[in-house]
């Protein structure tokens, strides 16, 4: 549509006594409209006295009448029911604009063209200090980004002044934010921080726009494929969403929270300048704070409430989080299954299907924070609740046989013959290892480990250090305590007190059994 002429500047401009051209080349007019002004006023005797009380547009319907009659034949579109209608997926203003034409034909009434159209929605929207849809709908994408600014607090441990740096997310659509202190800016944090985002938000938006930063982005040509971390991308596939970094350079694409990261630095950074903190929790909380305040506040420039109201109408829209967050996993590869159909990982073991308990095979463990799962050839096997004890045993029930259809080298009997040969001490240390256990094959490495001793320091030696474990009470003695033992003498410092000092010794604490007990294969729970 063509800018209405300013008939009332005209006027008062000619009035100061300048000529035609002058007033259209400093004003920036053109010729032709200040000649029909100057022409209507010689033909109508009006002069700028009687347009100088009037408004801009009474004027000019007052020159032109006819452009201002045919500007009130258009049918009025309902913008307020346009702007809701922009909020749901897929609809566009083209869309709109068309069915808004076909009411018009069903009416009998004259539509205005798109362009018309689409400047009256964009009228009403800044009219009414509303948020365009055009540009962003609700549900549609979140935007992430480190604070420039940092924050700080003090070990008193050291005095030392820790730095703290500070992950910013904004939803566009109702700019509500989330803020969280970390102490590193690696990968293990960033994506720590978006599993914790998509929880604050309470949904996954469609996508989650990001800088080109190197915990993110491997590379960002400008043509071919964006290619991003393994962990960003494993990500953005376990929440459904799209992960997509900002164009170089191009601040504008990520303009929320680049806007997000200012009002930040004023609304928590700057209003706990004065506090001293002494621990990252105290600075943690205070943050959070800060960050429930900033939400809750209202818009200075809106008036339709605050942060939080916003997003209420906008949460609706975000996708539903999958009921397991997301975890960060490390892989641990080529580890030795043992006949017991176990595997080691730090000080503990986890069972793998027994059908995979054969010399030379090897598997892949996948480890997060909460879980150990164990594949071979990429295929997962099975899967385990992490442990942090130490020497603790996990063991699913399915991954062990009633009975071993192949026998391992190694089986209860065998193991309990050795010992037995080597001494009842050993025999009583070897049963008290399957009696701890949840099933016999549990029990093959710790005993073998016990009794591969006798081989650094003879079966003399070895009998001697159980029977000083049992009597010293260790309820399950294990190769780290009789090893304990041995490298420090104890048995042979033991051995000569006997001989010095020799008594009956009272072998009702020994918990030593009878013959029949053994030939029955020990403790009932390890079969």
């Not at 006295?49 to 006819?66: C, K, T």
């Not at 209202?298 to 942060?307: A, H, L, P």
């Not at 701890?436 to 029990?443: M, T, Y």
């Amino acid at each position: 549509m063509a800018r209405k002429i300013n008939v009332k500047l005209i006027l008062e401009l000619r009035d100061a006594h300048m000529s035609r051209n002058d007033i259209a080349s400093t004003r920036h007019m053109s010729r032709n409209s200040v000649s029909d002004v100057f022409h209507i006023a010689d033909e109508k005797g009006i002069t700028y006295q009687d347009v100088r009380s009037l408004g801009d547009n009474e004027a000019y319907d007052m020159f032109f009448p006819e452009k201002h009659a045919t500007e009130d034949l258009y049918a009025d579109p309902v913008y307020s029911m346009v702007h809701e209608e922009l909020k749901k997926v897929g609809v566009t203003l083209k869309l709109l604009w068309e069915e808004y034409k076909e009411q018009c034909s069903t009416d009998g009434t004259v539509p205005m063209g798109y362009t018309k159209y689409c400047e009256g929605y964009q009228k009403y929207t800044a009219y009414n200090n509303l948020t365009s849809h055009l540009e962003h709908r609700p549900g549609e994408r979140c935007e992430v980004d480190w604070s420039g600014p940092k924050m700080s607090y003090v070990d008193t441990a050291t005095g030392e002044e820790i730095s703290v740096y500070l992950f910013v997310a904004a939803l566009p659509y109702s700019q509500y934010s989330y803020v969280e202190p970390c102490l590193d800016m690696k990968m293990d944090t960033f994506i720590r921080c978006h599993v914790h985002m998509y929880d604050y938000f309470g949904g996954v938006p469609t996508r989650t726009i990001c800088d080109n930063l190197k915990t993110g982005v491997v590379s960002h040509p400008r043509e071919g494929d964006i290619l991003l971390t393994a962990d960003y991308e494993a990500l953005g596939l376990h929440y459904v969403t799209a992960i997509m970094p900002a164009p170089v350079r191009s601040p504008k694409a990520k303009a929320s929270v680049e806007g997000t990261v200012g009002k930040i630095a004023t609304a928590i950074i700057a209003r706990l300048r004065n506090e001293l903190f002494t621990s990252f929790g105290s600075l943690k909380e205070s943050v959070l704070k800060k960050l429930y305040d900033f939400n809750h506040e209202d818009f200075q420039k809106r008036s339709d409430g605050s942060r939080y109201d916003a997003w209420l109408e906008e949460k609706k829209y975000l996708r539903p989080a999958p009921d397991v967050p997301y975890e960060i996993a490390s892989w641990d590869y080529g580890h030795k299954v043992a006949p017991d159909s176990h595997i080691a990982f730090e000080t503990n073991r986890y069972s793998v299907p027994y059908q995979f308990a054969k010399p030379k095979t090897k598997v892949d463990l996948r480890i997060t924070d909460t879980k150990v799962e164990i594949y071979r050839k990429g295929e997962l096997l099975t899967t385990h609740g992490r442990l942090y004890c130490r020497y603790g045993f996990s063991t699913n029930q399915e991954d062990m046989p009633e009975r071993l259809r192949d026998k391992p080298e190694w089986d209860q009997e065998r193991i309990c013959h050795w010992a037995l040969s080597i001494g009842p001490n050993t025999r009583e240390v070897i049963n008290r290892i399957f009696c701890s256990v949840d099933i016999k094959e549990q029990g093959y490495n710790p005993s073998l480990s016990v009794l591969r001793l006798s081989r650094s320091y003879s079966d003399a030696r070895l009998e001697t250090a159980c029977e000083l474990a049992v009597k010293r009470g260790v309820k399950s003695p294990r190769y780290h305590h009789l090893k304990a033992i041995l490298a420090a003498n104890q048995d042979l410092l033991y051995q000569e007190g006997k001989a010095a000092a020799p008594v009956k010794e009272d072998i009702s604490g020994s918990y030593l059994r009878g013959s029949e007990y053994y030939e029955k294969g020990g403790c009932g729970n390890a079969e």
